[in-house]
């Protein structure tokens, strides 16, 4: 049973919600790397080097006041067969209780936008066969299929024409 996001939603860059740097540490690792026999640390150091200043690394926590919802990235790298791809939104993740109610669209959304006001002209993106079909609806172009041992996607979306729009 969920209910309505309340006037208090919001998507917030990580820094200034440092309160939830455990709970996206902690989803971050048990969706992708858990079982892969990496240890939690890990992930609390690379998650770590989203707090320094600069625009790329980021995090993104989604949240209504202070319950957590979902968290997304833009990160310089995310796929070892393509180093020469940079940057990528990656670790798009959604509370199962909250999900299909648009929580995973807009992160995504403001992690593109995230990326292109970092300076960044074209984004890359990579999904498992399962997950294609979401990322489609949100209008990225598959650029490569079946790369490496995942069969993964790759997808980019580029700035849009009329260049950089950022809030005044
Ligand atoms: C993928 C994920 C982030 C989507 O979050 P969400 O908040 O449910 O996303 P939205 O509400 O914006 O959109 C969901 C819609 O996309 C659809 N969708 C989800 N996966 C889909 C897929 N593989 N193909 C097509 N549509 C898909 C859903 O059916 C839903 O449509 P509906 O609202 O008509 O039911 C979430 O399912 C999740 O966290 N999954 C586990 C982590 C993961 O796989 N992340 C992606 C890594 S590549």
Redesign the pocket.
Known sequence: MTSAPGASFAISDLRQRPEFFDIVADRIWR?WWKDGGHPLEYITGRLGENLDAGPIPLALVAHDGAAFL?TASVIASDLEERPNYTPWVAA???EPQ?????????LVERAARDGFASGAHRLYLC??P?????YQ?LGWIPLERDVGRFGLTVFTRDAPASGISSPP
């Open positions: 969706a979902g798009v993740w959604v909250h999900r299909s109610r648009g929580f995973g669209a807009a999904a498992r399962a997950r294609t079909g979401f609806r």
